[in-house]
């Protein structure tokens, strides 16, 4: 069964930092595009990052600067490592993943498996 299992939220004050994780199982996420997305209550989930097979890692103007992305392949998984955190940032962080090689990474509709989220709460 393909699951994806987030971690690594919580309460931080603006311009801390976090670093999330997400373990994939079921699949061998190396070859799998993931992507980071997030939501607040009332809006659209938007994608915040992404990382495909061949390393290459994309973000979205918001965050460029402050958010990394990267994979260890040998846990099965992919971190998003956010500094300079503001309370802009604040939502339920999604991971999320596909096989598919061709796609546009930071649209929600691009992937096919989902993790549950974890809460990123930036505030003094």
């Known amino acids: 069964q393909l699951q994806l299992v987030e971690s690594g939220g919580g309460l931080v004050q603006p311009g801390g930092s976090l670093r999330l994780s997400c373990v994939g199982s079921g699949f061998t996420s190396d070859s799998w595009t993931i992507g980071w997305f997030r939501q607040v209550p009332g809006k659209a989930r938007e994608g915040v990052s992404c990382?495909?097979?061949?390393?290459?890692?994309n973000y979205a103007d918001s965050v460029k600067g402050r958010f990394t992305i990267s994979r260890d392949n040998n846990k099965n998984t992919v971190y998003l490592q956010m500094n300079s955190l503001k309370p802009e940032d604040t939502a339920i962080y999604y991971c999320a993943a596909t096989p598919r090689r061709t796609l546009v990474c930071l649209m929600r509709g691009s992937y096919d498996v989902w993790g549950q989220g974890t809460q990123v709460t930036v505030s003094s």
């Open positions: 990382i495909k097979s061949s390393g290459s890692t």
